[in-house]
């Protein structure tokens, strides 16, 4: 199947990975929008976060604190953001859900 990240998982597309157990991976952004962006994703594949259910708690739940363990290992002592863009108006653009680590520099809000 054609889903990149789906690829990065298998290892046929390469990826600087930063951590990984079995159920997730995480890996640098190719284009990264902060000093620090790293994307943390289900090694299964699961399209957005409009496609979750209840059977994927546990998932989410290690999604966001392997986050915040990168966060602390990258050195984000002074803050950072996590973003889940969902879906073509929220600006989803790779369809496998992923959050974004992003830190390093001042962020703002409104998000664009
Ligand atoms: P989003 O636009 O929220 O769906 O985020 C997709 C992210 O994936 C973007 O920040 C891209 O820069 C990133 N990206 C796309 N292809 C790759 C890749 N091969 N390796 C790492 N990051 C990628
Ligand atoms: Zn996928």
Not at 46 to 54: D, H, I, M
Not at 68 to 97: F, K, M, N, P, W
């Amino acid at each position: 199947m054609g889903c990149i990240f789906c690829k990065i998982v298998a290892g046929s597309l390469p990826a600087k990975k930063v951590r990984e157990d079995e159920l997730m991976l995480a890996f640098h952004d190719i284009a990264p929008k902060a000093p620090t962006h790293i994307l943390v994703i289900p090694k299964k594949h699961v399209g957005s976060l409009a496609e979750v259910t209840v059977s994927d708690e546990a998932l989410l739940g290690r999604l966001l604190g392997a986050a915040a363990e990168i966060a602390r290992e990258q050195g984000l002592g002074r803050g950072y953001r996590v973003v889940i863009s969902t879906g073509a108006e929220g600006g989803q653009t790779v369809d496998h859900l992923h959050l974004h680590l992003l830190g390093g520099r001042q962020m703002h809000w409104p998000p664009g």
